[in-house]
């Protein structure tokens, strides 16, 4: 059995993402435009697959850690490998279909996603050699929070939520605000300069 400091874990997890699994079928349904196939759309279903992906990831390591430790590393190892396959499809779909700067973003958050199933797998493998660790364990404890946080991400913006109001968003659109003022500054002062060159020419025309 799961060691009593991470039974009631994983049973609430197991709640949360069973509650999280639903809860994104209701949003998928309220977005079903956002969802047709379509290249415009491509992005949107790999956010709701990633989405999927990682709750039931969550789930099933959670209901196998309550019923044995023993079965937890063969349930973790499966799940982990499913998900990479997820995550291959999906880099490969944007670099196919897309070029933009949200597609990086998407890309990140897959890459993400990546290296939390890579390590997955690490940890389901030293549970299936030795069930009791410990150390494993706590890891797979901790990776399923972190398949919660990228999950809830990916279906926020799913259903089209603003954009957050961040550090680093707030920095890119004033860096892009000084870049647009620059950019206008230079346009206004350029005829400047190329009226007082006609000027200066049109003096030494006059010159005897």
Known sequence: MTPDSLHDFFAAS???????????????????DRLAATAETQVNRIRAQAALTTFLNSLVVSLFALVSARWLGGAA??????????????????????????????????????????????????????????SALQSIAVLVVLCFVIGIARAWELIGAPPSIGVGHETALLVRRVVRRVSESGRTLRPSAETENRATGQDQEERP
Request: proline share 1%.
């Open 77 to 134: 190892l499966v799940t982990a490998i499913i998900g990479l396959t997820f995550v291959a499809g999906s880099l490969l779909s944007l670099l196919r279909l897309h070029r933009r700067w949200s597609d990086l973003r998407d890309a990140a958050f897959l890459l993400a996603l990546l290296g939390v199933l890579v390590r997955e797998i690490i940890g389901g493998r030293s549970l299936q050699a030795h069930p009791g660790d410990a």
């Open 14 to 32: 197991a709640g949360v993402a069973g509650a999280l699994i639903g809860l994104l079928f209701v949003a998928i349904s309220v977005a079903g």
